[in-house]
């Protein structure tokens, strides 16, 4: 029986092993350094259950002041998402996959960074598939509502497409010129999921559509040898 999450826990991605687990973030005391100004850092730490690896993250309040905010400064390990090198396929457009490879490069050091290209990038995939709202939110409605046969998605991403609502900052805002690439606060391990959503959403728009493609075009090529008529145009 899968262990369910505890109370207050929150969904991670070990950057060791690349596997999801729950845990509750152990924060340790900020420390204020002497100067002419002053910052405060924090450590979070969680050990994945899968691979035993100690997950690490030193934050620094760069709010100067004003609230409180968090920026990752050093995370330990290196993400095993950029260690990889899991770059877009060469089937997704260059506009698109320009936005994910750059979200792999930058999420280490910075969370929020990643997430808003992440953001641009499901966007700009779901209008490249026609679903043109300015929202995400209004966009991945309308992928669920979707009542053409040969357009509605696989069950499983449907599901995880609908999990993007519930982010929060991430989903809310509206894709304009001016909040295209917005900087948002997300929750630990958003950013991480978001990439895994992409890639999901790549193999449905865009790979697994050209591999069908081209093995439409080698059967036809057969029937044509064969002086037999070419598949349906629907099939």
Same mark, same amino acid.
């Given at each position: ?29 900020? /420390? ?53 090198? /899991? ?8 506009? %698109? ?6 979200? %792999? ?34 966009? /991945? ?55 895994? /959503? ?38």
């Amino acid at each position: 029986m899968a262990r369910l999450p505890e109370k207050n826990s929150m969904r991670l991605l070990c950057k060791g092993c690349d596997t999801h687990f729950f845990a509750n973030i152990n924060k340790s005391e900020p /420390i204020r350094t002497d100067g002419a100004r002053t910052y405060s850092y924090i450590t979070e730490y969680a050990v994945c259950p899968a691979c035993t690896e100690l997950n690490l993250s030193i934050k620094a309040d760069v709010s100067q002041g004003f609230g409180v905010t968090w920026e990752t400064l050093a995370t330990y390990p290196q993400g095993a998402l950029a260690a990889n090198k /899991i770059l877009a396929p060469k089937e997704v457009p260059s506009h %698109i996959s320009q936005d994910y490879n750059e979200a %792999i490069s930058v999420i280490d050091c910075s969370p929020k960074a990643a997430a808003a290209l992440s953001r641009r990038c499901l966007q700009a995939m779901l209008a490249d598939n026609g679903y043109k709202h300015k929202n995400l939110v209004d966009q /991945i409605k309308t992928v669920l509502a979707e009542s053409d046969r040969d357009r509605i998605v696989p069950a499983s991403l449907r599901e995880t497409l609908d999990v993007v609502r519930s982010f929060g900052n991430f989903s809310a805002h509206p894709m304009t010129e001016v909040s295209t690439l917005q900087i948002i606060d997300v929750e630990i391990g958003e950013s991480e999921w978001c990439l895994e /959503i992409l890639r999901h959403c790549f193999e449905v728009f865009y790979v697994e559509p050209k591999r069908l493609s081209e093995r439409k075009a080698k059967l036809n090529a057969k029937l044509q040898l064969a002086g037999k008529p070419p598949l349906p145009s629907s099939i």
